[in-house]
């Protein structure tokens, strides 16, 4: 029996050890968290202050011609003169190329004639009826003949006109595709006539910004394989969205008196929508993203604390805050990921920009 009083007054001593040791292990552990969390996290961060920000759109457009045609003879025949070179400029009123009209100029020629013995049976008739001795059924005859063969004979001399070809604006020509003694038809390209002393840029701007653009409005942009910028103001607006793409086109003029800028060239156009001069921004790396948006920690005394925002515009490393935040508030931008809502922190400041671009 003593044997077995011993066992169990073993059995528990040893659990009251345990219980002791675990107690007391606990107690430690709790002191060593708070010691822990006694300890400020070392972050950066930002005094918000009111800076420029600007607003814009980046679009993809394609530049066009000011004014293109493809030069064509409104008459069949063959081309007896060209009086253009490939690639040079051209100025409005210029004869380009001339059909041979030998065919056309004797026709007219021929019913010339018939309009002058027209006109006098018409003289004629005039006087006989004047004296009443023909009818005026015979008189409204002898009228219509006159006005028929006039017809005619400006029929024909509108044919000789289009046999020479002349230039109907300024501009450059392209490359031709005929020669001299070529028989050409209404349906045979020439060449093009391209005046590219201004350009037009085709861009679309979705339809939730169509209200903040207006005609007059200034755009800049870039061609590829060129750092550099270009200004062209919108003088187009198409009066309906494009129910396919949810998009408004519309078009911009822009200067090219060095003809440094080609048609067809691929335009990455920046369409500025607003200026506001006290934007509160802050760096992209600060705002984490929570379920119903996003949030940021800012420095309330020495602890952080959690702040729901809204955000608008990105630009290239910083993104405006549009409610949430307000002018003085200090910011919290790097070491975020490991704070808590009143973690304690030690800041390092850093100072901010003073003007940013949003796209």
Do not use: C, H, W
């Not at 490359?175 to 006539?193: D, E, H, Q, W």
């Amino acid at each position: 029996m003593k044997i077995k009083y011993l066992i169990y007054a073993l059995l528990i001593g040893s659990i009251i050890g345990l219980i002791s040791y675990r107690i007391i292990k606990n107690n430690k552990g709790n002191k060593i968290d708070v010691d822990r969390a006694n300890v400020a996290t070392s972050v950066t961060g930002m005094v918000l202050r009111p800076q420029k920000f600007e607003d814009y759109l980046s679009l993809s457009g394609s530049l066009e011609a000011n004014e293109q045609i493809d030069l064509r003879s409104e008459v069949s025949g063959v081309v007896e003169a060209i009086n253009f070179r490939e690639g040079s400029k051209v100025s409005k009123g210029q004869v380009l190329f001339k059909v041979n009209d030998i065919e056309l100029r004797a026709q007219l020629s021929k019913v010339l004639t018939a309009q002058r013995l027209a006109a006098e049976n018409k003289r004629r008739a005039k006087l006989l009826l004047e004296k009443q001795a023909i009818s005026q059924e015979e008189y409204d005859i002898s009228q219509a003949d006159f006005q028929s063969a006039k017809a005619e004979s400006d029929l024909i001399s509108a044919q000789v006109s289009k046999a020479t070809v002349r230039a109907p604006f300024s501009g450059t020509i392209g490359l031709r595709s005929i020669s001299v003694g070529t028989y050409v038809t209404p349906t045979t390209l020439i060449a093009k006539l391209i005046n590219t002393n201004k350009l037009k840029i085709t861009f679309s701007v979705p339809e939730k910004y169509a209200s903040e653009v207006k005609v007059g409005n200034e755009v800049t942009f870039t061609t590829s394989g060129s750092k550099t910028v270009n200004t062209a103001k919108i003088y187009a607006i198409e009066p309906e969205i494009d129910v396919a793409t949810r998009t408004l086109k519309m078009r911009a003029i822009a200067e090219n008196p060095e003809g440094k800028l080609y048609p067809g060239t691929f335009a990455n156009v920046n369409l500025p929508l607003q200026v506001v001069n006290d934007a509160l921004l802050v760096p992209a790396e600060a705002l984490i993203p929570i379920q119903n948006g996003k949030m940021i920690f800012v420095s309330s005394g020495s602890t952080a604390k959690e702040v729901v925002v809204e955000t608008g515009a990105r630009g290239d490393s910083s993104v405006r805050v549009i409610s949430g935040l307000k002018v003085g508030d200090t910011i919290l931008t790097s070491g975020v990921m490991a704070l808590r809502n009143g973690t304690p922190v030690s800041i390092e400041l850093i100072e901010t920009g003073q003007n940013s671009t949003a796209q």
